[in-house]
């Protein structure tokens, strides 16, 4: 085994779309020489009954420190560090969409961004559309006199690119050697309409706020007009019970089960 590269192997839930993901920005990344680095991915697989699935991604080991790291050590790098991470980030923005584009990850499995409660979308969406009407009926739990100052949400005009939801500094490794930042941790790296693109960058969260503002100052990203309402939406996703909303992944309202309407109609 003498000169072999050590490995980093990651394990959890809903993995199988990061393991996507990753794959197809590495390949993108290999043919630009001023892209950032990612991890190559060499396996991913399940274990386990269904919804009991656990999930591995297999992967090359970063051995750079991360950004995290060289704030703490050296503190006056901090320009440095914020410059290189604001351009792998915009890199990740503006990268070539996959044919096809979905909502959430390039492979399968829900959405996951901070505007979800638990930062995952409570179901696989089938579309934008239907994330679209999955955001009013949050809304139209909202009283009807707090309704009406409520923004909209409307992703209909909306360009898809890639989001990046949890720029933080744990999530980038920096080479002063070669000035590269590698980007590791892609489960918030996914296919989303503009809005959830700029939302990390307009709403405020209490996690590494000082280093996402420094990002968010050097992208610049425009403010989308369906942020107020996403963030609105979000506060209300926090505290609620049920965060499907007794939607379908088409965002349609699911029809109640005919047992539990019938005991609903004799309590009345």
Known sequence: MGGARPLFIKFGSELMGEAETQKFLYEQSVQNPSAPRLPAVYDSFEIGVVGCRRGYIVMEYVEDPTVEDWLEKKPDMAEVLHDKVAEAVRWILNCPLPENPRFGPVGRGPAQHRVFADNIAPLEFDSVDAVQRYFHAVLSRFTAKRAVSLPP???????LCFYHSDIRPSNFHYDPETQKVTIVDLQHVEIGPKSFASYPFHVNHH???????AIATRIDYERTESISGM???SGYLVMCSNPTMGLDKYGYRRPKHLKYSKMIAAAK
Do not use: N
């Open 207 to 213: 996690l590494d706020r000082e280093f996402r503002l």
């Open 231 to 233: 963030s609105r939406a």
């Open 153 to 159: 949400v409307d992703f209909s005009k909306e360009e």
